[in-house]
């Protein structure tokens, strides 16, 4: 088991910059892939970006390439997602998951944070 807890919502104006993280606890021993994820309201959760464990290798969805940055800690058990030039779209609850396979699917991966909610204003 994993226990995941994102931090560092907030609101920001648009073109401002947010750091998300997400601290991972429990079973850490295990090489998982970190993803970020979100919902805004009336929507399904989408994919955000994915880091695997050596940091080689990342995914982001085309909407915040450029924009955003995932990276991780490992010595720290934390992952982070860097949002510059914020736009009123990109308002949503944050989640963070843990999971085996880098993927942009949620279903490939096995746990969840309560996510942040994040609100950008134009």
């Known amino acids: 088991q994993v226990q995941l807890v994102e931090s560092g919502g907030g609101s920001v104006q648009a073109g401002g910059s947010l750091r998300l993280s997400c601290a991972a606890s429990?079973?850490?021993?295990?090489?998982?892939?970190m993803g970020w994820f979100r919902q805004a309201p009336g929507n399904e959760r989408e994919f955000v970006a994915a880091?695997?464990?050596?940091?080689?290798?990342?995914s982001y969805a085309d909407s915040v390439k450029g924009r955003f940055t995932i990276s991780r800690d490992n010595a720290k058990n934390t992952v982070y997602l860097q949002m510059n030039t914020l736009k009123p779209e990109d308002t949503a609850l944050y989640y963070c998951?843990?999971?085996?396979?880098?993927?942009?699917?949620?279903?490939?991966?096995?746990?969840w944070g309560q996510g942040t909610q994040v609100t950008v204003s134009s």
């Open positions: 998951a843990a999971g085996g396979v880098l993927s942009s699917g949620a279903r490939r991966y096995d746990y």
């Open positions: 429990g079973r850490t021993d295990y090489r998982y892939v």
């Open positions: 880091i695997t464990w050596s940091g080689g290798s990342t």
